[in-house]
């Protein structure tokens, strides 16, 4: 199933297996954030993303006159400040993970 869902060929399959981490140089589909979705699995307010994009503390794009904001990067963004990991860890996506890696 996971074969055909993604084009995986055997070799590909068992390099997936092995890695134990990703870098970004092997990321296929990066995952792009809206400026509220991001603010939702980080438990903090839109205000506080966007002054982040404003001090290039995310990375981002303009589509469409809206930003979109790179996943790994907003994760890194919300781990920089005790405060934003407070908030990430009790309100956002970090309450569903036990640990980081």
């Known amino acids: 199933m996971v074969r055909s869902q993604f084009n995986l060929t055997n070799n590909q399959e068992e390099s997936n297996k092995n890695s134990d981490h990703i870098s970004n140089n092997e ?3 990066p995952i792009w954030l809206s400026v509220s979705e991001a603010a939702k699995l980080g438990g903090v307010q839109t205000k506080t ?5 404003q001090y290039n503390y ?5 589509i469409s006159n809206r930003y979109l904001i790179d996943f790994p990067t907003l994760i890194t963004y919300l ?7 407070n908030k990430f860890n009790q309100f956002g996506l970090g309450q569903y993970v036990d640990k980081w890696k």
Do not use: N
């Open 27 to 29: 990321i296929i589909r």
């Open 49 to 53: 993303i966007r002054r982040a994009i």
């Open 58 to 62: 995310v990375k981002y794009k303009i």
């Open 79 to 85: 781990h920089t400040k005790t405060k934003l990991k």
